[in-house]
């Protein structure tokens, strides 16, 4: 051991084999040509002070829809190469050796729930919650940001494990004792403790954030049955989120202890107990499956309702399912380890209580089709992946059911049945719920519209794609084939992991697809531009705003009288009002102390990762030191005068008056303007 | 090597499970088939070009709906939790079946990444292949002397994890002499996806004269072999002891235990075949 | 008449600080969550001693004792403290800042010294599931308490240089439930561990 490097040396370099060495060039090459494209269009001046030292919401949620976009990718080529390596590892070992293979399965869950769907679902938050409820931020703007560069700082250190050291091979669960220091010394379980860990803390802050935000924030007349039912399913989420991550910290905590200092919570013999480990860890995981979940539902919610054209269905359902959902979350946990040897009387328990959600998920899949009947339905790209969604996900809660009871989770648990389960749900559901999102409220970050042919060959690619790659797992589950096999001698298996990997190719003709829509949408953005900052002819408070919109939200903070209330006021003839007077807006300043602390969050935990301890105390000392600076500056906002919100308003209303009132009016489909109508 | 066993079990457990699968997924089919049918009716009827369909933008609750959506789930949520809760206890993997009826006991120790299977009444020990008679209920006490694994036989039902200082337990019948394959599915490292053993059912006859066998073999699984074997090694081939070190299968659980107070799920279960007064 | 921190602040702040305030009690309540599952995994390891060293042997009533009044002590100075800040009496904030810091100080003392007893006669976190649990449990309270002594000595800097503003007010608030919260935590401890570990 080093006193200066720690256990850091140049073996640690990916030298040792020819996958490592490409994973590692591809990353380096990454980052070399993200600096080199900043560079290019000279644009450092903007990147560092008007989006990294930014704490506007709407820019942190931009941010980690980034991120989660850059580790979609990552994600991606990890099933890429397990999809591939499977297909032809009958009789043989593939191109995948073991080491690379479990290294592989591991960062691709790990990346996948806590650097792709955390972030993306955090990002669409941030942008459009405060919107919804008539803020002008969330609760606590300068926490948020650390939040976000948390979240960065682990993503970060998923990648450079792919340049320095190894990842872990433990899986995204970590089971000890493989996951101790015992069975798995080295740097590869370290990493993926301190990303989880430093991303957690980053999560934890976020759902004490938006709760706040909903709680207290929200514009006079908004009460809590009308807020839209994104924000509802924002609500139940943060409350998920500060109940449940805990315990992931506590669980990944006592095991980076274990590893670090040689304790004994998860160890064999020495009095550990690692069925704790599977308590403490699935005790977070499964309301963690609903605050992936939950926002996903909350989009579809909103894009089922505009795009037919009607009004959501069963809104108090919808909340009073969203809140059983929540609470039921806390009562299931026990059913990711059935096997474990825990009696009947248990067993059953939590056997019953999971199928118990099943229903407020299905009263809530019922309501959405009940909005889309008699309504006018406009197959835009977002609702195609909410009608995809519909249909697909439907067939994931079946399979959970049927996980559900012990008897058959016998059978099923560890196999690819279980696989297939899981991105059944969390593809259509999660997946497509935030792509849907990405889709539907791009216009209102950026001001002008994807575009939607690709857009629609995008989900057709996923839909086709998803379906051949995941429906031959419940097939193989029926044959026996657990998870986690790098090759395997039964041939029977062979054909449907070949059908599997030529889903994951179609699936990446969706991400393909995606990726060129966002570059033809740039191009294109001026015939695409969202002149009114309503371009679905929305329901709720963030369409009010301009597109993209100001730094404020809003000019004057909205009066709301009812449920829809974006809807309500356009029905009134009040929508595009001009209000009378302008008042002054004080808003938080730039500051680089989030972002300073989300990097030596990082250094923090290389630096724990490598045991280098010198570092590590002096980054937890900069923490420190960042955090007293921040606490002892009470001049941390800045004002907009009323006459410079005027003159940005007086531009608005100009631009409005050369726009289309209703953007959607084109569409063949397209119902008519909102009128004012009978109760029905 | 039967390539669907699940679909085509061997064991009234992998039976009863199945059936119990095939079950949920017929009851479910209730909620399932409408879902399908609504999307794609209106999906079709009420595209918005379709001005034919009736358009009423306000609709937004319908009482009968509503009862509809949360009772008829929850009556089939009910129903599924009776079969539920009743095939839980039947199935439970600590059950002895058929207590009228002597089981066969083996031992089994999960190493890496191998299969160990002791008999104590016979006094043999095999590496990956478990051999017993079918028609006679089959009872396994399970631990690890490493990570964790899941001894599974598909064919056969059942899964239970093998954990190092506690012991499970795990039941099974084979209706039929045939041969089988088990494995650990649960990820334990670079061996993992060769730890399979072959699970052998056979006649009363064709079992004793395979333990006679073994009782041959030259090699007995003594402290100092037991250290050998249980050292990483993938795709050990079959192997036979004849004579097992006493008390081998308990002195690997005390080895973890320190004498420290029984916290097992052992303590929870217990080892008889009565359903609990329910 | 001397304007307290609270006179002067304009509707926009107040809701500001009852915000930040309210934020806080939900870290207080994740943190509550933290040490329950600490709690709960010390009574499932307590038995685990692998052959080692149990409380019954290591731990000191006297010890526990002392470190408990020192901490109700700090609790109920850091009260007085905010007595004094309602009154807007400066110097008596900075007294009782600086009496709670020395108490707080003094709990952290002994229980260093109660630890690097333990490691020193071969019973330290290493040794065994019941003491892994002990350790991380016990002194995952006292690295709040050392952070909230951190936090002590920045407001008693921040009085001394900015006096008793609203912000400052506000940060003072949330430090006293962060300190009562605390208390409440060792009294568990107390509880939990010390007391059973010695009956």
């Known amino acids: 051991m080093d006193i200066i490097f720690g256990r850091l040396t140049i073996d640690s370099l990916p030298f040792y084999s020819l996958i490592a060495a490409s994973g590692a060039g591809v990353t380096v090459l990454g980052a070399l040509s993200v600096v080199a494209v900043i560079t290019y269009f000279g644009a450092w001046r903007l990147v560092l002070f008007d989006w990294i030292s930014s704490i506007d919401h709407k820019k942190i949620g931009i941010m980690y829809i980034m991120v989660a976009l850059v580790m979609l990718m990552r994600g991606f080529i990890d099933a890429a190469m397990m999809r591939s390596q499977q297909a032809i590892a009958f009789n043989s070992d593939g191109y995948l050796p073991p080491s690379h ?12 729930i806590f650097f792709m769907a955390m972030p993306f679902l955090s990002g669409l938050i941030n942008l459009i919650m405060p919107q919804q409820i008539g803020s002008r931020d969330v609760a606590f703007p300068f926490m948020n940001a650390i939040s976000l560069w948390l979240t960065t700082a682990g993503a970060g250190l998923v990648l450079v494990s792919l340049v320095i050291g190894k990842f872990s091979t433990a899986g995204w669960t970590g089971y000890p004792p493989y996951s101790g220091s015992e069975f798995t010394p080295g740097v590869g379980v370290d990493y993926w403790l301190w990303a989880v860990l430093i991303s957690g803390i980053g999560s934890t802050m976020t759902g004490i954030n938006f709760l706040v935000t909903i709680i207290k924030c929200r514009a006079p007349g908004m009460t809590m049955f009308r807020l839209p039912l994104f924000t509802w399913t924002v609500f139940v989420t943060a409350i998920l989120m500060v109940f449940a991550f805990p315990s992931l910290t506590v669980a990944c905590g006592m095991l980076v202890l274990d590893r670090t200092v040689g304790m004994h919570f998860f160890t064999n013999g020495m009095g550990g107990n690692m069925m704790n480990y599977i308590n403490l860890f699935w005790l977070w995981g499964h309301p963690e499956v609903y605050i992936l979940i939950l926002p996903a539902f909350g989009v579809f919610s909103e894009v089922v ?51 118990i959600i099943a229903v407020p998920t299905g009263v809530k899949v019922f309501d959405w089709l009940f909005t889309m009947y008699r309504g006018r339905i406009i197959f835009k790209p977002p609702m195609l992946f909410t009608l995809g969604f519909l249909v697909t996900f439907t067939i994931g809660g079946l399979s959970g059911v049927l996980l559900a009871m012990p008897p058959v989770d016998y059978l099923m648990h560890n196999t690819t049945f279980l696989v297939a389960h899981f991105h059944n749900v969390i593809i259509p559901g999660v997946l497509f719920g935030y792509i849907a999102g990405y889709m539907f409220w791009f216009p209102k970050a950026f001001g002008f519209k994807l575009n939607e042919k690709w857009g629609t060959w995008s989900f057709w690619c996923w839909i086709i794609g998803f379906y051949l790659a995941f429906m031959p797992l419940y097939v193989l589950g029926f044959l026996g084939m657990p998870r986690r096999m790098e090759h395997y001698d039964i041939a029977a298996w062979q054909p449907h992991l070949i059908v599997a990997a030529i889903g994951a190719f179609i699936i990446f003709l969706g991400i393909v697809c995606m990726a060129v829509q966002l570059v033809v ?5 001026n015939e695409a531009l969202d002149l009114t ?32 209330a974006w809807w309500d006021m356009k029905q009134r003839g009040v929508a595009y009002k001009r209000p009378d007077a302008y008042e002054d807006i004080t808003l938080p300043k730039n500051t680089f102390i989030s972002a300073v602390i989300g990097g030596a969050g990082f250094v923090f935990g290389f630096a724990m990762i490598w045991y280098i301890w010198w570092l590590a105390i002096l980054c937890l000392a900069v923490i420190a030191g960042a955090v007293i600076v921040r606490a002892s500056d009470d001049d941390s906002d800045y004002v907009i005068p009323a006459s410079e919100v005027k003159a940005i308003e007086d531009a608005r209303f100009a631009q409005l008056a050369k726009a289309p009132k209703n953007e959607m009016a084109d569409d063949p489909g397209f119902a008519g303007q909102p009128v004012a109508e009978g109760s029905a | 090597m039967i390539d669907g066993p699940v679909l085509d079990p061997k064991g009234p457990i992998a039976l009863a499970e199945r059936d119990l699968l095939f079950k949920a997924i017929a009851i479910m089919m209730i909620v399932i088939i409408p879902v399908f049918i609504m999307a794609a009716l209106f999906m079709w009827r009420y595209r918005g070009t379709n001005r034919g369909a009736r358009y009423t933008p306000n609709l937004a609750y319908y009482w009968p709906v509503e009862i509809l959506v949360w009772g008829v789930p929850a009556a089939i949520i009910i129903w599924l939790g009776i079969h539920l809760w009743h095939n839980t206890y039947k199935l439970d993997p600590y059950n002895t079946l058929d207590p009228s009826v002597k089981s066969l006991q083996v031992e089994v120790i999960a190493q890496d990444w191998k299969w160990l299977f002791v008999y104590p009444e016979q006094d043999i020990a095999v590496v990956n292949e478990l051999v017993f008679p ?65 699970a ?41 002891y004849s004579g097992v070190e006493p008390n081998l299968f308990d002195s690997i659980i005390a080895k973890y235990i320190h004498g420290d107070v029984d916290r097992m799920p052992s303590a929870a279960h217990a080892e008889t075949a009565a359903e609990p007064a329910e | 008449m001397t304007a307290t921190a609270w006179t002067n602040v304009s509707p926009r702040d107040a809701e500001k600080y009852e915000e930040k305030e309210f934020g806080f009690w939900l870290y207080l309540m994740s943190d509550a969550i933290i040490f329950s599952l600490l709690f709960a995994t010390y009574l499932i390891m307590v038995g685990n001693a692998a052959g080692g060293p149990t409380g019954k042997e290591l731990f000191s009533l006297e010890r526990a004792a002392g470190e408990t009044a020192l901490l109700l002590f700090s609790s109920t100075t850091f009260g007085l403290a905010a007595v004094a800040l309602s009154s807007a009496e400066r110097s008596k904030v900075l007294l009782w800042l600086a009496i709670t810091f020395a108490l707080g100080a003094g709990f952290i003392f002994l229980e260093i010294g109660e630890f690097r007893g333990m490691i020193a006669e071969g019973a330290g976190p290493d040794r065994s599931g019941f003491l892994s649990s002990f350790f991380t449990l016990v002194g995952t309270h006292g690295l709040h308490v050392s952070v909230g002594l951190l936090w002590i000595a920045v407001m008693i800097g921040q009085v001394l240089f900015k006096g008793l503003t609203a912000p400052v007010a506000s940060r003072l608030m949330r430090l006293g439930l962060f300190w009562h919260f605390l208390d409440i935590i060792w009294v568990v401890i107390f509880s939990v561990v010390y007391l059973p570990g010695l009956l």
């Open chain 2, 200 to 240: 052998v059912a056979t006649t009363k006859e064709e079992f004793d004269a395979w333990v006679e066998k073994a009782k041959q073999s030259s090699g007995t699984l003594d402290a100092s072999t037991y250290e050998k074997l249980s050292k990483p090694s993938q795709k050990v081939p079959v192997t036979h």
């Open chain 2, 134 to 198: 079918a028609g006679q209920p089959l009872s396994l006490k399970i631990t690890s002397d490493t990570v964790m694994n899941s001894l599974v036989i598909p064919a056969l039902g059942g899964q239970i994890y093998a954990m190092a200082g506690m012991q499970t337990r795990l039941n099974l019948l084979a209706n039929e002499p045939g041969k089988f394959w088990g494995r650990n599915v649960q990820y334990s490292g670079a061996g993992f996806a060769n730890q399979q053993f072959r």
């Open chain 1, 305 to 355: 309702a505009v795009f037919s054209q009607k009004r959501l269905f069963g809104y108090i359902s919808l909340v009073l399912a969203t809140m059983a959902i929540g609470f039921l979350s806390f009562t299931v946990w026990l059913h990711h380890f059935f096997t474990m040897g825990s009696s009947a009387r248990v067993n059953s328990f939590f056997g019953t209580m999971t199928t």
């Open chain 1, 101 to 112: 293979f479990d290294q592989i399965f591991t960062s691709h869950g790990t990346i996948m």
């Open chain 1, 533 to 564: 900052g309503d371009p679905w002819n929305g329901r709720s408070l963030e369409w009010a705003t301009s597109s993209p919109t100001a730094a404020y939200n809003f000019a004057v903070l909205p009066q709301v009288q009812s449920i829809d």
């Open chain 1, 521 to 525: 949408s740039i191009r294109d953005r």
